[in-house]
């Protein structure tokens, strides 16, 4: 089968998708040069001789190939974890299912679900020419200024929800944070309540972690949070609610305050490193 596998060189998500791509046939790897134009690279993807084309479960990944699916009239599978032939094992609902769907026709339409799969080597990429159709263009970006670790790169991360109860809540979150080493994330009724910055959500519509530990406190655990935590390979819940949903996905729990909890751990760490 010749693939064609839309990535971002560098990115770490398009080396997932490309280590799925290449178990359905021949790779042929491409990316773009400039400005992000959905529609733009869209077609110029459509116009390439493929019988699949694959990309990362991303903004970017699930937004181009919806519309090369438009274009060419194929359905289109996002947040694929398996593919057998034509049948493919999606996750639906932020997460919180699995379904098996039959893809028609030819070419194949899926981008792969983050952080379910084993990075590869992208190696060779092709640069594709796409037409400029008109979309508003960047003309300068400038960084927020940030200290500390990034939360889509942090190994751990301290997240803090509604039982935090309010922006000032949040130095004791920050604090145990700073101690491992780790960033501070939160969920998105605490962006919604500008408690803290949207850079800070973690979540479907925030950012997708995938830190070696994630510890949410007072966070209930919201299908969408749960889509974005899902990638943390174990998970603390500090909660006051033993039925709270975050439980069911937790790895460890503790049942409390965590505005006794988390000083206390934040204390012992302390006390061990003294």
């Known amino acids: 089968m010749n693939v064609l596998c839309f990535v971002e060189p560098g990115d770490e998500l398009s080396a997932q998708a490309v280590g799925v791509a290449r178990s359905l046939g021949d790779v042929r790897a491409v990316t773009f040069d400039g400005a992000y134009q959905p529609a733009a690279w869209a077609k110029a993807l459509a116009a390439q001789p493929a019988e699949a084309i694959v990309a990362a479960g991303s903004d970017r990944g699930n937004e181009v190939l919806a519309h090369v699916g438009a274009i060419l009239d194929r359905p289109f599978a996002a947040n694929v974890t398996a593919i057998a032939g034509d049948v493919v094992t999606r996750q639906r609902w932020g997460g919180s299912l699995v379904e098996e769907a039959r893809l028609h026709g030819s070419p194949q339409l899926l981008t792969v679900a983050p952080h379910t799969q084993p990075a590869a080597e992208i190696g060779d990429v092709e640069m594709l020419a796409a037409e400029d159709d008109g979309s508003p263009r960047v003309l300068e970006r400038i960084e927020e200024s940030s200290t500390g670790v990034s939360l889509r790169e942090a190994k751990v991360v301290v997240g803090g929800g509604r039982g935090v109860g309010s922006a000032e809540g949040f130095a004791i979150i920050e604090e145990l944070a700073a101690l491992l080493g780790g960033a501070v994330g939160c969920s998105r009724v605490v ?84």
């Open 191 to 274: 962006t919604s309540a500008g408690w803290r910055p949207h850079t800070d959500q973690v979540g479907q519509t925030g950012t997708k972690i995938s830190a070696d530990l994630y510890v949410a406190c007072g966070i209930s655990g919201a299908t969408q949070h749960v889509a974005g935590a899902r990638g943390a390979k174990r998970i603390l819940a500090v909660n006051t609610d033993p039925e709270a949903p975050i439980l069911a996905v937790a790895d460890y729990a503790v049942i409390g305050d965590l505005h006794e909890v988390v000083p206390a751990i934040s204390a012992e760490l302390r006390r061990v490193r003294a």
